[in-house]
C-alpha cells in the first residue's frame, strides 16, 4: 500500500518554511558577527571582525558605527572629552547620552601613547543593571599612582551607537556578559489559543483515529496478520488527521498578516509575529503603559509655582518682564561692586538675605530651572557634512541650528521654557554652562558636580560656581516624595503637588543651597574619597550627597504637561465597549496617573475611583482588601509597593477583585511589576492578554502577554521590535482588534474546521467502501487522486475563505459589540467541531452509498463516480459556506472546476472519458452531490431565521 502522497508534500512545504527561516536567522547572527572594526595595537591598527574581539581589547569605533562590546571610554576626538552615543536599542529612550573619556588617557599628547603608560581597569563583575557601574582606573607608571574613579558616565554598552566623534575604548565585558545580552529575556514561544484548540480536537481526531481501525480489525474478525490488517487501516484512515491544515493555516496567517499591513486606515503597521493573528480577536486584558503610549511623550511647560503665586501660559509674558527687570538691576549691582574695591567674595558672605519680592523669586527660580538639569545645546555645523561643533564661549550662538538633548523629555521641555522667558542656554561642556539673559549678557557657571537622576533618588542635582561673583550654589529638583524631606519647612508644597497632579502635570520640586569655599572643598574630599571606593561605593557617595541636602531653599514648583495621543479617548470607549477590560500600569505617580486614567476616559468622570491606601503589612492589607470588596463597580488605583504586599499575602483575592473592576490604574510600577501582573492575570483567570508600550521598560510586559502590541514613539523602536504587531499610533489599535484581529479569528476557525472536515468525508467514504467490501483494507483512491483533492482541485476554494467577512470593517467599527462573541470562542467549539463531524459523516455517507446503489451496474466506475461527487461537494460547501463574495472566491472556485475537468482527459488509469461523458453519468452524479449538500443548505437557512447571529442583524 501507499503511504498518501499529499501528506509527504504537506510535511515538505512545511519543513521548507522553518528551513527558510532557520537559514534567515543565520544569515542575520553571521552579519552581525562579521561588522568589522578598528583594533589599536603597537603596530598600529588592524581590521577585525565583532566575534573575534576579545576583553582588554583597545577597539576604535566611529560616528554612527554600533559598539561591539561593552568597553570602558577612553579617548575620543571631540576637544571636549566627552561624545553623545544613541541607546535606543538598549534603554529605548532616543535622547542622547552624553558619555565623558577617563581623563587620565585622555590627557595624552597622541594616540600611540596608549601603549607607552602602564595602566589597569578594574571592572565590577557582570550584572544585568544598565545605569550603574563601579569601576577604577589605575596608572602606576606615575609618582604617585592614578587612581580614577569609573562610573556609568564612562561606560559605553554594546548595542549603542556612537552619534557624535571617534571613540577609543578597552573592552571589559564580551559575548553574553554584556549588558545588552544580559538583559535580553529569551521569549517564550507564544502559541495561540486557535491553535491550542484546534491541538485538542487533533489529539480527538487521532484517538477516533485509533478506535474507527480497531473497529474494522474487530469486525474483520481478528483473522490473519491483524496486526497488519491494523497498520494498514491506520494509513487507509490517516486523511482523519488534518496534516495539511497546518499549511493551510500558516499561509492563512501569512494572509492576515498582508492584509493588517497593507490597511490604508492603519499606517505604518507591522506584524513581526505571522503566528499569532487571531490572538488579536480573542482578547480579554487589555494592559498599557502610559508615557508615550496613552500620551505622546511630547512635554509641554505648563505651571511655575512660587508658594503664593502661581504662573501659567498666560502668564508667561509678565515672568519674561519681571526677569529682564531683575538682571538689569542685577547687572547694574554688578557694576556698583566693581567700581568699588570691596572684593565679591566678601560681599557673598556678609551680604544680607535676598529680598522676598515675587521679581527676585521669580528670578532665582527661573535661574535654578535653567542651571540645574543635564541638557546639552548641540550645534549643527553649516557644511560640514552632519558633524556636530560645540560653539566656544564668545561665539555668536544661533538659535536656528540649536537643539537640545538629554535624558528625558521633561528635561529639554524646562530649558525651552527658560529659553521662551529670555534665559537661554546656549553652550555646555564637562566643566562649565553659559547662559545668555533677555539683555544678551552671557552669564559663565562653572560646573562643580554633577549629580545625576536615579529612581532610587528620584531626584538631580548640580553644584555651579558663578564666574562673575564666585558664588557657589547647590541646586536639586526632583519628585515631592523625595524633596520634601530635603527643603525647609513650608506649608504649600505637599497641596499644590497634588493640585497639579489633579490636572494632568508632572511636577518636579526644585530647591538651592548656598555653599561656603570650605562647605564646598571638605565635600569634594569626602566625595572623591568615596567614589575611589570598591565596596559599597554607591552606598558611601549617597552618604556624602546627603550630607548636602538638609535645610533646602524651597524655590519653586514645576508642572509639565505629557498630552495625549490623537484620538485616544474614542480608542479607549471603543476597546471598552468591546468587552475589554483595561488596566494600565505606569511608573508615574499616584496623582498624575489617575488623573490621566480619567482625561483619558479610562476612567469615566463619573465613575467612582478607590485608591487603595498604601500598606506594608499583612493587617493592613487585609483590612484594606475588604474595604474594596465592600465597593461595587468602581475603578481601583493602585501603588505598586502596596501592590507587591497585597500580592505576598493575598494573591488570590487581590487578583478576583481586581479582575472585576471596570478599569484597573497600577502606579509607580517597575518593569518587574508589569510582567508580573501579565502573568498572573493569566494564570488565574486563563483568558488572553494584550500589552501595549512604546519604551525599553515595556518589552518584559510586552513579551509576557499572549498579544504583544509596540508602539514606535519617543522612546525609541525597542518596544515595537520587541513586540508582535508594531503599530505607529494608540488608535490603530481599535482597527487592529476590532476588524482584524475577529476577521483572523472567524476565519481561521472557518478554514480549519473546513480542512477537518475535507478529511473526514474522504475518510467517511473510506470506510463504508471497505465495509461494503467486507472491511478489506484496499484503498478506495490511490497515487495523483489523493494529492490532487489535497491540492489542486479542493485546495484554492477552501483557502479563499481568508478573504470571507461576516460584516464590513465599517460596520464592525461602528458596533465593536460584535467583538465580545469572540471571547467566547463560539467560532471553534466542541459543538461546531461536532457539528462538522456529523456533516461529514453525513456528506461521505450520501456519496459512498449513492456511487454504489445507483452504479451498481457500473460498479468498475465507482471512483470516478463518487471522486467527482466528493469534488463537486467540496466546491459546493465552501459556496454554502461564504458570507461575503469576492471575487478571488469566484475564482479559485472556477478554476478548481475547470482543473479537475480538465485533468480528466489525462487521468485514464482512473477514469473512463468516453463513460463520462454521458449523460445518464452526468444526471446521476449531480443527484447525489445534490442530496449531499441541499438538506444542509435547508437546515442553514432555517437557522438563520430563527436564530440569526448577531451580525446577520446588522447586515441585513
Aim: glycine share 6%.
Amino acid at each position: 500500500m501507499e503511504v498518501p502522497l499529499y501528506q509527504g508534500f504537506v510535511l515538505a512545504v512545511t519543513i521548507m518554511r522553518e528551513a527558510i527561516d532557520e537559514f534567515r536567522r543565520f544569515q542575520r547572527d553571521k552579519e552581525v558577527n562579521s561588522q568589522l572594526y578598528s583594533k589599536l595595537t603597537v603596530r598600529g591598527k588592524v581590521q577585525v571582525k565583532s566575534s573575534d574581539i576579545q576583553v582588554g581589547d583597545l577597539i576604535i569605533v566611529e560616528k554612527n558605527q554600533r559598539i561591539p562590546s561593552d568597553m570602558v571610554f577612553l579617548r575620543t576626538s571631540e576637544k571636549a572629552g566627552s561624545c553623545f552615543i544613541r541607546t535606543d536599542q538598549l534603554d529605548g529612550e532616543t535622547d542622547w547620552k552624553l558619555k565623558v573619556a577617563v581623563s587620565c588617557t585622555q590627557r595624552l599628547p597622541a594616540l600611540g601613547d596608549l601603549f607607552s603608560i602602564n595602566a589597569y581597569v578594574y571592572a565590577q563583575k557582570p550584572q544585568l543593571d544598565i545605569h550603574s557601574f563601579e569601576g577604577t582606573f589605575t596608572r602606576e607608571d606615575s609618582d604617585p599612582p592614578i587612581h580614577e574613579s569609573l562610573s556609568i558616565e564612562n561606560t559605553l554598552w554594546a548595542s549603542t551607537v556612537v552619534a557624535s566623534g571617534t571613540i577609543i575604548g578597552v573592552v571589559i565585558y564580551t559575548g553574553k556578559e554584556t549588558r545588552s545580552v544580559m538583559n535580553t529575556s529569551n521569549p517564550k514561544s507564544k502559541v495561540g489559543l486557535l491553535d491550542l484548540e484546534l491541538n485538542q480536537l487533533t489529539k480527538a481526531l487521532f484517538l477516533a483515529l485509533v478506535a474507527l481501525s480497531v473497529v474494522m480489525v474487530t469486525l474483520q474478525g481478528f483473522s490473519g496478520p491483524w496486526y497488519r490488517s491494523l497498520f494498514r487501516f491506520l494509513l487507509l484512515f490517516s486523511y482523519i488527521i488534518p496534516i495539511s491544515l497546518r499549511v493551510n493555516l500558516d499561509m492563512g496567517k501569512a494572509a492576515y498578516g498582508w492584509m493588517i499591513m497593507k490597511d490604508e486606515n492603519i499606517p505604518g503597521t507591522v506584524v513581526r509575529t505571522s503566528t499569532i493573528p487571531e490572538e488579536l480577536g480573542r482578547l480579554v486584558y487589555l494592559l498599557t503603559d502610559k508615557t508615550g503610549t496613552l500620551t505622546r511623550n511630547e512635554m509641554v511647560f505648563k505651571r511655575l509655582h512660587l508658594g503664593t503665586v502661581s504662573y501659567g501660559t498666560d502668564t508667561m509674558d509678565e515672568i519674561q518682564n519681571q526677569l529682564m527687570n531683575s538682571y538689569s538691576q542685577t547687572q547694574s549691582q554688578t557694576s556698583g561692586n566693581n567700581a568699588s574695591s570691596t572684593p565679591p567674595r566678601k560681599a557673598q558672605s556678609s551680604a544680607p538675605k535676598v529680598r522676598k519680592s515675587v521679581s527676585s523669586r521669580v528670578h532665582e527660580a527661573v535661574k535654578a530651572v535653567a542651571l540645574c538639569h543635564n541638557v546639552t545645546p548641540v550645534y549643527e555645523a553649516r557644511g560640514a557634512a552632519g558633524e556636530t561643533e560645540f560653539a566656544e564661549a564668545d561665539q555668536d550662538f544661533s538659535d536656528d541650528n540649536r537643539t537640545y538633548q538629554a535624558s528625558s523629555p521633561d528635561e529639554v521641555a524646562l530649558v525651552q521654557w527658560t529659553e521662551s522667558v529670555g534665559l537661554t542656554l546656549v553652550n555646555r561642556d564637562l566643566t562649565s554652562m553659559q547662559l545668555r539673559t533677555p539683555s544678551g549678557q552671557i552669564l559663565t557657571y562653572c560646573i562643580l558636580q554633577t549629580f545625576p537622576f536615579t529612581s532610587e533618588s528620584k531626584r538631580m542635582g548640580v553644584i555651579v560656581r558663578d564666574e562673575s561673583t564666585a558664588e557657589i550654589t547647590f541646586y536639586m529638583k526632583g519628585a515631592d516624595v523625595a524633596m520634601s524631606a530635603v527643603v525647609q519647612y513650608n506649608d504649600w508644597l505637599g497641596e499644590e503637588c497634588g493640585n497639579m497632579a489633579r490636572e494632568g502635570l508632572r511636577t518636579l520640586v526644585v530647591a538651592k543651597r548656598a555653599l561656603t569655599d570650605e562647605q564646598y572643598q571638605d565635600f569634594e574630599n569626602r566625595y572623591n574619597q568615596a567614589k575611589l571606593s570598591i565596596h559599597d561605593r554607591t552606598l558611601k557617595v549617597a552618604a556624602v550627597v546627603e550630607s548636602l541636602e538638609r535645610e533646602m531653599e524651597l524655590l519653586c514648583l514645576t508642572g509639565v504637561e505629557d498630552q495625549l495621543q490623537t484620538d485616544v479617548r474614542p480608542t479607549l470607549e471603543m476597546l471598552r465597549n468591546a468587552g475589554l477590560k483595561i488596566w494600565m500600569l505606569t511608573g508615574d505617580k499616584l496623582e498624575t496617573a489617575t488623573c490621566i486614567a480619567k482625561s483619558s476616559h479610562l476612567v469615566s468622570r463619573t465613575q467612582d475611583t478607590h485608591v487603595f491606601r498604601p500598606v506594608t503589612s499583612r493587617g493592613e492589607a487585609h483590612l484594606e482588601l475588604n474595604a474594596f470588596r465592600r465597593k461595587h463597580d468602581c475603578a481601583l488605583v493602585i501603588s505598586g509597593d502596596s501592590l507587591e504586599v497585597c500580592l505576598k499575602y493575598y494573591e488570590h483575592e487581590f487578583v478576583e477583585l481586581a479582575c472585576q473592576c471596570p478599569a484597573v490604574v497600577c502606579c509607580r510600577c517597575t518593569p518587574t511589576q508589569k510582567a508580573h501582573i501579565v502573568r498572573l492575570l493569566q494564570q488565574h483567570t486563563g483568558r488572553r492578554t494584550c500589552a501595549i508600550g512604546d519604551g525599553g521598560n515595556d518589552v518584559s510586559m510586552i513579551q509576557a502577554a499572549d498579544c504583544g502590541i509596540g508602539i514606535e514613539g519617543k522612546e525609541g523602536r525597542q518596544a515595537s521590535l520587541a513586540a508582535d504587531f508594531s503599530v505607529s499610533q494608540f488608535k490603530h489599535i481599535g482597527r487592529l482588534l476590532v476588524v482584524h484581529g475577529r476577521s483572523s479569528y472567524k476565519r481561521s476557525a472557518a478554514l480549519s474546521q473546513f480542512v477537518m472536515h475535507r478529511g473526514l468525508i474522504i475518510s467517511t467514504m473510506q470506510a463504508v467502501f471497505s465495509s461494503v467490501f467486507y472491511f478489506a483494507s484496499v484503498p478506495l483512491y490511490q497515487g495523483f487522486l489523493m494529492v490532487g483533492y489535497a491540492t489542486v482541485y479542493t485546495m484554492f476554494p477552501v483557502f479563499s475563505l481568508v478573504l470571507d467577512q461576516d460584516v464590513k470593517p465599517e460596520m464592525a467599527m461602528l458596533y465593536p459589540e460584535l467583538y465580545k462573541d469572540l471571547t467566547k470562542g463560539r467560532s471553534l467549539s466542541c459543538k461546531t467541531f461536532l457539528v462538522w463531524v456529523l456533516i461529514s459523516i453525513y456528506q461521505g455517507g450520501i456519496l459512498m452509498f449513492g456511487a454504489l446503489v445507483l452504479f451498481e451496474s457500473e460498479f468498475v466506475h465507482v471512483v470516478a463516480i463518487s471522486f467527482t461527487a466528493l469534488v463537486l461537494t467540496e466546491l459546493l460547501m465552501v459556496a454554502l459556506t461564504v458570507r461575503t463574495w469576492h471575487w478571488l472566491m469566484a475564482v479559485a472556485e472556477l478554476l478548481s472546476l475547470g482543473c479537475y475537468v480538465a485533468s480528466l482527459a489525462f487521468l485514464n488509469q482512473y477514469f473512463d472519458v468516453p463513460f463520462i461523458m454521458t449523460v445518464t453519468f452526468v444526471w446521476k452524479v449531480s443527484a447525489i452531490t445534490v442530496v449531499s449538500c441541499l438538506p444542509l443548505y435547508v437546515l442553514k437557512y432555517l437557522k438563520r431565521k430563527l436564530s440569526p447571529p448577531s451580525y446577520s442583524k446588522l447586515s441585513s
